[in-house]
């Protein structure tokens, strides 16, 4: 015993020593948090636990009280805080929530968003304790009405009150003792927040889809708007009220206006660098109580910055704090920061979930295990509230310091990327590239550890692979004849801001703080694949770049639809999608959708006109779960391997081949779990300049993929995540192998239909399975699980031994 123990634990240190690259989480050497996407985190302050997502909060009168409102995908909630005594006094679980809240000045009531209820909540305040809330309806609930409150402003009288919303576009103003709706002003875009002026004679509202900031005269009810940048969001005055701040968070600035003037007198840009690149996502501010510092909330750039701003138009940049992951909003009260961080300090694995977990009798499960609910990675990383005391000039120069170490953007690596003399993947645009066509291959929601994970090369979880090589021996046979990447994590957490990162390298504020509500099944659309403005990145989507860079494009059922009625989701695409591959629809193969694409690929080649740039959808790897009549979540994984394989076949045999490479990867890895990070996911590199028989275990993105794309085709970056992020030159040799790829036959029946009736066949009979990620995803990845486990079958316990110890030791000393 003595002796295979001994074996064993050599065994793991020369695995460990082998996988010496970084891998997300606390890095031992400087205290950083590596994220899964290569930023770093160091937050400053001390913190406080909040809930799933908070995006608002808002000081009292007096500075007595902080409420927060927690809009996530899980649980919902509303937090009353002393911040002060930095502690919790009261918390209210809420139905539906979203953004907007505002406390009477009395501090006796505390108004908040009801989200898709299509309500405002009043609570009452005794005792440091919240009331049973009173409702002011603005119309019925989600579906029926479409309104959705967002910000909330009161009077002193606590007489009228005044909400916009981002369903409806419109300002609604209320009789908060009558819960009675006075008037209604329709506005020109959907609305975030909205602050009343201390004369009270003025509602500024920001249009977050319209890039305006609004101004309605409450005694007039007259309506005016100026432009702003891109996605005004937070809105703040200053104490006299002739100042109003403006984030626009896609522009990465912050407008100045004057309220006399209704002019911007100055725009600040908040970026870390000299920067129009897309990415730090400006979204809220706090003003000093001399009023002579702002402090600004960068969220993609996980920073405050700071500025002096004594002399309006003439405001100069002191420096920057490093917070949490996506900071929402800040207060000040004193000289006391406080940072509220949407997804607070951590990424982390799901090992125990998305899956039930070990159940140990029939009375219930596991004492003490972790609830497979809460490992789902939509509502997996709860948000924390940071309190930073005002740092001296000293202090900040450290946190700026700080900061920059943090970030791995420069305007240096956004004009020249890493790589290497010779490689096919150029370091600059302008330098050529031997590959000319690239394909780029999109599936849906799959892990690392569900697919790769029993491949004895990679770092994977055998127990946690339920579609192995039996499964997916296309997928297998490409990881081993080419390269094993398993260190790559999907920039996204779900599909819906998945398809955003998979194909802009960005998911604006619009798209990243309203998909948990609609994941939440709290009403909302699908608005996130180019079907509404407001989700667009700034300056478009990869497909926008190529056309204005000349570089010619097709896509084949992504942002585009074909078959009886074609329509493509953006401008765009207009003219450039194949008009009989359809979109996401888990009722055809992919193996169709695979023959269409070939059918079409064939013509094109014959004339000489296949684009350089090809995006296809495959994304029958996201299953109907055990559905009675759909395909088998098995046979639905094993059909989209199988159009995988013959998709490289057929272009392997082709004369492009070449100068073609082929990406794949999943849009993001929601439905399943993984030991390393619930980001964590499979991605295969094939071409005749790709590696072979290679097992890479440096860290790489989504943004990495884009990067790659980028370089090969003249593009330059869209935003600062592909600018920072390491392409995949270390995928590549200059010396090409042409040899075709053969396609692997499927080992198990792709024809296989759920006939069982049973608990799961019951649950899936209530999926929404028309749209992405429309089914609740926690019962969907249960009911995957189960089909191939067995539908009594439960996950694995979590697993203790030296191996891992020793394993994290060394990637923490190879740190």
């Known amino acids: 015993m003595k002796q295979k123990l001994t074996i064993c634990i050599a065994a793991a240190l020369a695995f460990a020593c082998s996988v010496s690259a970084q891998t997300p989480g606390k890095i031992a050497q400087t205290g950083q948090v590596l994220l899964p996407n290569g930023w770093k985190l160091s937050p400053a302050g001390r913190s406080l636990p909040l809930g799933d997502l908070p995006l608002n909060m808002q000081l009292s009168a007096s500075g007595k009280y902080l409420a927060v409102t927690n809009n996530g995908q899980s649980t919902q909630s509303l937090q009353l805080i002393d911040p002060r005594s930095e502690k919790l006094l009261d918390e ?38 919240l009331g049973t809330p009173d409702t002011i309806k603005l119309g019925q609930p989600w579906p029926k009405n479409k309104i959705c409150p967002t910000g909330i402003a009161i009077n002193k009288a606590n007489t009228r009150l005044y909400t916009v919303t981002k369903e409806d576009s419109t300002l609604y103003i209320i009789d908060p003792a009558k819960s009675s709706i006075l008037g209604k002003v329709k506005l020109s875009a959907e609305a975030y927040s909205c602050v009343l002026s201390p004369d009270e004679k003025t509602l500024y509202i920001s249009l977050w889809g319209g890039d305006k900031l609004a101004f309605y005269n409450t005694s007039t009810q007259a309506l005016s708007s100026i432009n702003t940048g891109s996605h005004p969001n937070e809105l703040l005055l200053n104490k006299k009220g002739s100042l109003l701040f403006v984030a626009n968070a896609n522009d990465n600035s912050v407008s100045i206006i004057n309220t006399a003037t209704h002019k911007i007198i100055e725009t600040v840009s908040t970026a870390l660098y000299p920067t129009k690149l897309t990415g730090s996502t400006t979204n809220g501010f706090a003003l000093s109580a001399d009023q002579k510092t702002l402090y600004i909330a960068n969220a993609d750039n996980n920073c405050l910055a700071v500025f002096d701003v004594s002399n309006p138009g003439s405001s100069q940049s002191r420096g920057f704090i490093p917070v949490g992951w996506y900071p929402t909003n800040v207060k000040m009260l004193g000289n006391k920061i406080l940072v509220s961080n949407g997804k607070g300090f951590t990424s982390m694995a799901n090992p125990q979930g998305p899956q039930p977990m070990k159940k140990v009798d029939n009375s219930g499960y596991q004492k003490g295990a972790i609830n497979s609910r809460e490992q789902y990675i939509g509502g997996l990383f709860k948000g924390t509230l940071s309190f930073i005391d005002v740092p001296n000039e000293v202090k900040l120069k450290a946190y700026t310091k700080q900061v920059y170490a943090n970030t791995p953007f420069t305007n240096k690596i956004a004009a020249t990327a890493k790589g290497e003399a010779g490689n096919p993947i150029p370091r600059k645009m302008g330098e050529k590239s031997p590959i000319k066509h690239v394909f780029y291959i999109i599936k849906e929601n799959r892990t690392y550890d569900q697919v790769l994970g029993d491949m004895p090369a990679g770092n994977g979880d055998t127990s946690l692979c339920i579609f192995g090589q039996k499964v997916t021996p296309n997928l297998h046979a490409i990881a081993t004849e080419y390269a094993l990447m398993d260190n790559f994590y999907v920039d996204a957490e779900v599909s819906a801001d998945g398809h955003n990162w998979s194909m802009a390298a960005y998911a604006t504020d619009f798209v990243e703080k309203t998909w948990p509500t609609s994941y939440g099944s709290r009403g909302g659309n699908y608005d996130f694949e180019g079907t509404r403005k407001a989700a667009y990145p700034r300056d478009g989507f990869i497909w926008d770049y190529c056309k204005r860079a000349g570089v010619t494009y097709r896509t084949y059922g992504e ?3 074909g078959g009886e009625k074609p329509k493509a989701n953006l401008k765009s695409l207009e003219g450039h999608f194949c008009l009989k591959s359809p979109d996401f629809d888990l009722s055809i193969k992919d193996i169709t959708r695979e023959t269409i694409w070939e059918h079409d690929f064939d013509s094109l080649l014959t004339i000489n006109k296949v684009p350089q740039f090809n995006t296809v959808r495959l994304g029958n790897d996201h299953t109907s779960g055990q559905r009675k009549g759909a395909y088998s979540p098995i046979a639905a994984v094993a059909d989209n391997d199988l159009a995988v394989g013959r998709f490289i076949e057929h272009l392997s045999q082709s004369p492009i081949w070449k100068e073609s490479v082929v990406f ?36 790489y993105s989504t943004s990495g993929v884009l990067r790659t794309i980028e370089l090969i085709l003249g593009l330059p970056p869209m935003s600062q995540y592909d600018a920072a992020a390491m ?47 429309a089914a609740p995803d926690l019962d969907l990845n249960e009911v995957v699980w189960k089909s191939v486990k067995g539908e009594s079958a439960m996950i694995p316990a979590p697993k203790r031994s030296a191996f891992v110890i020793l394993e994290k030791k060394k990637k923490h000393d190879d740190d």
């Open 559 to 561: 942002f585009a639809e």
């Open 664 to 699: 794949i990867l999943e849009d993001d890895a929601q439905n399943g779990p993984d030991h390393i990070d619930a980001h964590r996911s499979p991605v295969f590199v094939v071409s005749p300049y790709a590696k072979r028989n290679a097992v890479i275990h440096n860290m």
């Open 92 to 129: 209210k679980v809420l139905g539906k929530s979203w953004y907007g809240i505002a406390f009477s000045s009395d501090e006796k009531k505390l108004y908040a968003s009801g989200g898709n209820d299509n309500v405002i909540l009043t609570f009452s305040i005794s005792n440091s304790k």
């Open 727 to 773: 392409p995949l030159f270390e995928c590549f040799t200059a010396k090409p192998d042409f040899t075709p790829y053969n396609a692997k036959a499927p080992q198990v029946d792709i024809e296989q239909r759920n006939v069982a009736i049973n608990e799961s066949s019951r649950r899936s009979e209530s999926f929404n399975l028309a749209k992405e990620d």
